[in-house]
């Protein structure tokens, strides 16, 4: 029994010691490693600062600048790692590492593939420059002010001051209209007149009260007048004019303006803007006599 004892303890005092003339002899590159290690660190915080003032000058989402900024940290760090197990010559630990992490990322891949395409949408948004903060945009069948694009939803202000929010996916996937990219925006208005209007003097008074209406128009010419159509009680016609503006909320006041302007011009001159008309014919089959109702009429 001793003697099985005493063989144990010899063998771990040769492991020991074998492991002990490995670690003297790798102290150099040991040492290294750490360095390398500590150095990633401290090149990482420097380069996360730095990165993160650079993207804050072009993106304005605060998020955005954090996640490129954590990304980069953890690219360096990454790297050091890696060199340093280099320098260990642990090629087999770094290998099971690098297979580790790669079939990690494909299960959380396809874990969060939603997610993923939506932060990664909300990205590439962030980056775009005809989408920014506060411009006025049309998409998914809603308008609104943007207000916040994030990693995972973007989201404008309605006129009504309701707020949508979206997943970045659909806005990157669908049509969207940006009316602040241009700061000309044309305002179309429909109306009607009575049959009876003289159509020339109609069309004259109109242009020259959307002239005085609207400060930006400054001639009777920038105001386009068509006549449409013979509709079923008023003839109808339609107007078209620029104004200045990089919101559609300026387009309904210029509407607004407009209609108030015109009711007062046609009332004053005496011309009639109809309400449709219907007629309605009751056919029962009864014969009335007219003559035999004028009498009971006049009886009473």
Known sequence: MKEELQSSF???LNKLSDWGSAFVENLPNIVLAITV???AYF????????VSKLVSKRVPQKSITNLISNLTTVVVVLFGLFLALSILDLNDALMSLLTGAGVAGLVVGLALQGALSNTISGVVLSF???IRIGDWIETNGFAGEVVKINLNNFIIKEADNNKVIIPNKTILEN??????????MRVVLGCGVGYESDLDFVENLTKNTVKEAIDQVETVDDVEFYFEEFGGSSINFII???ITSESAIEKLRAKNTVIKALKKAFDKEGINIPFPIRT???KTGLNVNTKQVAEAFSTN
Not at 43 to 50: D, E, F, I, L
Not at 175 to 184: E, G, S
């Open 10 to 12: 010899d063998i771990l």
């Open 37 to 39: 290690l500590l150095a």
């Open 43 to 50: 090149v990482a915080r420097y380069t996360s600062k730095g």
């Open 128 to 130: 775009r420059k005809n």
């Open 175 to 184: 049509p969207l209209k940006n009316f602040t990219l241009t700061n000309r």
């Open 240 to 242: 078209r004019f620029y």
């Open 280 to 282: 309605l014919e009751f």
